[in-house]
């Protein structure tokens, strides 16, 4: 929040201190003498304008790449947190479908089945569709989020490509 400040505050200084060039450039070409002074002062006066208005285009260009390098990285990091999700939630679904299989293979070889076991299926059955879906669901998201930082990364490149 300090740095907004400091930022509005910067913009401020330098955007005042371009128009009071803009403005003393103004009155300094309306004086009808011409006068070495005069120019000299004109001179002054149009060196200052420019280095102003030159920190603060440069200023403007710096916040908007900080801007768009903290996005990149905002979006580097969602992208691995959901790849890593995704991996450790099919590796768990890959486990209880594994787990399921063992366990059916262990009720075919016995004779006794009751209903307890049969429940119990069954909720194994549930999670293991419900992990499936959800696994979907993220690498689908993966995905999205792929597409995403393409098309930032695409974006990224015509940025730089136009600046040069």
Do not use: W
Request: charged residues 25%; hydrophobic residues 35%; aromatic residues 6%.
């Amino acid at each position: 929040m300090i740095v907004q400040y400091g930022v509005f505050s910067f913009y401020l200084l330098v955007g005042l201190l371009f128009i009071g060039q803009l403005l003393e450039i103004a009155t300094v070409q309306s004086d009808p003498g011409n006068s070495s002074l005069l120019n000299e002062r004109l001179l002054s006066s149009q060196r200052d304008a420019y280095l102003s208005g030159g920190v603060l285009m440069l200023f403007m260009c710096m916040s908007n790449i900080y801007g768009l390098i903290r996005s990149n990285n905002r979006l580097k990091a969602e992208r691995e947190a959901l790849i890593r999700q995704a991996q450790a939630a099919a590796s768990f679904a890959e486990g209880s479908i594994d787990e399921k299989r063992s366990k059916e293979s262990k009720m075919s070889s016995t004779s006794s089945t009751n209903s307890v076991t049969k429940k119990s299926h069954s909720n194994q059955h549930d999670h293991a569709d419900i992990l499936r879906r959800a696994n979907s669901e993220l690498k689908k998201k993966i995905k999205s989020l792929e597409i995403e930082l393409d098309e930032f990364k695409e974006v990224m490149g015509e940025r730089k490509k136009k600046n040069i």
